[in-house]
T-cell receptor
Framework: EPEVTQTPSHQVTQMGQEVILRCVPI?????FYWYRQILGQKVEFLVS????????KSEIFDDQFSVERPDGSNFTLKIRSTKLEDSAMYFC????????????FGPGTRLTVT | QKEVEQDPGPLSVPEGAIVSLNCTYS??????FMWYRQYSRKGPELLMY????GNKEDGRFTAQVDKSSKYISLFIRDSQPSDSATYLC????????????FGAGTILRVKS
């Protein structure tokens, strides 16, 4: 069964450093998403991406964040200068075009900022 | 008022019990209603989705949506210890694109 994969599973970084989280969405999906979940809190939407452009983004997704589809399979989230409060699980998800209600999530990357 | 509210539990039931999980919401624009299961430190797993009001059944799971009351439910029949997880409701509205708005999740423990 096709699935979304994410790497790394755990990333530890120092405050102020840049991190890139990587995702491989399901191959025939055209919509990609990033969500985050701070420990003990709700899953929160960050951004959606379609046709090499951001479709929607939340207030959380400020200038420190960027997304990219560098090739035909990967989808990345970059955090330019990490802050302590960026520590969270980051989930990538994907869906088919027109089926945003059917989003499939990856296993997540746990980001720890020290 | 929070956009989506969900009792965090934990909800403890004996094996074989019928489980009822619920969410309420405030935004009448929501049209799609999803239930996800999340095991500890794992990604959310889509169980089922429903469009607008009504019921949907998939095996031991039944989802119900009552838009007039802004209330959704997930029923699990013949619950198993392997059903022990956090259950997240999520919702979306066409006017917000594909953004999912999640509840806080209900921790379910099924005791054998």
């Amino acid at each position: 069964e096709p699935e979304v994969t994410q790497t790394p599973s755990h990333q530890v970084t120092q405050m102020g450093q840049e991190v890139i989280l990587r995702c491989v969405p399901i191959s025939n999906h055209l919509y990609f998403y990033w969500y985050r979940q701070i420990l003990g809190q709700k899953v929160e939407f960050l951004v959606s991406f379609y046709n090499n452009e951001i479709s929607e983004k939340s207030e959380i997704f400020d200038d420190q964040f960027s997304v990219e589809r560098p090739d035909g399979s990967n989808f990345t989230l970059k955090i330019r200068s990490t802050k302590l409060e960026d520590s969270a699980m980051y989930f990538c998800a994907s869906s088919e075009l027109g089926q945003g209600y059917e989003q499939y999530f990856g296993p997540g990357t746990r980001l720890t900022v020290t | 008022q929070k956009e989506v509210e969900q009792d965090p539990g934990p909800l403890s039931v004996p094996e074989g019990a019928i489980v009822s999980l619920n969410c309420t919401y405030s935004n009448s624009a929501f049209q799609y209603f999803m239930w996800y299961r999340q095991y500890s430190r794992k990604g959310p797993e889509l169980l089922m989705y429903t469009y607008s009001s009504g019921n949907k059944e998939d095996g031991r799971f039944t989802a119900q949506v009552d838009k007039s009351s802004k209330y959704i439910s997930l029923f699990i029949r013949d619950s198993q210890p392997s059903d022990s997880a956090t259950y997240l409701c999520a919702m979306s509205a066409r006017e917000y694109g594909n953004k999912l708005v999640f509840g806080a999740g209900t921790i379910l423990r099924v005791k054998s």
